[in-house]
């Protein structure tokens, strides 16, 4: 136990000019350690655990001398409790900065989610999809709610917030009511962050945002408020005849419907591909993971009909695209719908449809007017089939069954009622 020395008075530390290192009683062990004139700080010299341990009280007249005795009183006291206090002082900071770290809110986990899963999005309307919708519904509410904070009414604020007509002013309802298929999709988002942010340790307990078991016992189910609305599609029985007029036109958004017709895939993967993608010696378009909506890659078995088009069209020298825009760039996402709607506008045809439909046409007629599994038809379509445990010992995407298909189906728009106007 160190000794006691003589106990100077606050007057007498402030005299402690010259560099050393001053006992100044009061507390055993307790010193001033002078560096300059300017500079002096606290030193608690005490044995911890049978070492000698010198414990830093802070500077000097920031603390002052009563306030460097009672901390040194308290250290003592620690130790004489079994209590390291240098070991406990690196805890207490540890924890504070780990403590810190997991102090965010709502927004920044979603805007951390969005850098770190950035790839993940089929394009780049699905990311901005996500972003606007944040902005629009969610961060007005609970953006500044801290993450570990957030509970069943903060998310049911969001899907519950008035929502009023622009111009009338008028409440057309609550979002989960008016806006049924986006509420939901928020729902969905909410929880996704925050299931990242539980992952993450930035928040521990139940998912305020799942919907099994839980909001679904405060809201009612999406289908129940609205009904579905299927994208509209070209009955398949009208597709040879939609074909047959189709590939009357010249325009290349005209070979790009009709190539996405032929091939069953969404139109994003029609309008972003290129010549490097085509296998022409053993016809198969390989789409990158990057324009699949599942982020893997898909193979497309062409068929004769297909071939025969991709080979009409003109290459343009130091251009990849295969469907491209008069000014060299990639078609947008309305250039097909356009054209089926100026189709429409002209008496061309007279049922409703979209691009996106043929994919229902197509199903449609494989389930109807054929025999092959519904695996064969699902995988043509690039959706990916079975659980995660089927799908790791089913490793052949059925090519050459799914050759037999698309052969089929090209073929089957080869043929013509002539029910539609010429």
Known sequence: ??????????????????????????????????????????????????????????????????????????????????????????????????????????????????????????????????????????????????ISDLNRKNVLDVLEQPIYDQKTKKKLGTFWEARTETASRVQNRIKTIIDYAIVAEYRSGINPASWSGYLDTQLPAPNKVTKVRHHPAIPYKEAGDFMCLLRKKESISAKALEFLILTAVRSGSVRAAKWQEIDFENSIWTIPPENTKNRQEHRVPLPKQAIKLLRSLPKIRGKDQIFSSPKGKSLSDMTLSKLMKDMKQRGEITSDGVPHGFRSTFRDWAAEQTNYPDEIRKVASGHTIGDSVKQAYQRTDLLEKRRRLMVDWANYLDKTKHKLKR
């Open 1 to 146: 136990m160190p000794k006691k020395a003589k106990e100077l008075s606050a007057l007498e530390v402030k005299r402690l000019k010259s560099p050393g290192f001053y006992f100044v009683g009061g507390v055993a062990g307790l010193a001033l350690q002078v560096k300059s004139s300017e500079a002096a700080s606290w030193i608690l010299r005490v044995r911890c655990g049978g070492k000698r341990r010198h414990i830093g009280l802070g500077g000097f007249p920031q603390v002052s001398l009563a306030e460097a005795r009672a901390s040194a009183k308290n250290q003592i006291t620690l130790i004489g409790n079994g209590i390291d206090p240098v070991a406990k002082k690196k805890k207490d900071k540890s924890n504070l900065l780990a403590e810190s770290i997991k102090a965010k809110t709502f927004k920044e986990c979603a805007l951390e989610y969005l850098q770190k899963h950035s790839r993940k999005f089929t394009n780049i309307k699905h990311s901005k999809q996500w972003i606007s919708t944040l902005e629009a519904y969610v961060y007005p509410i609970i953006g500044n709610i801290m």
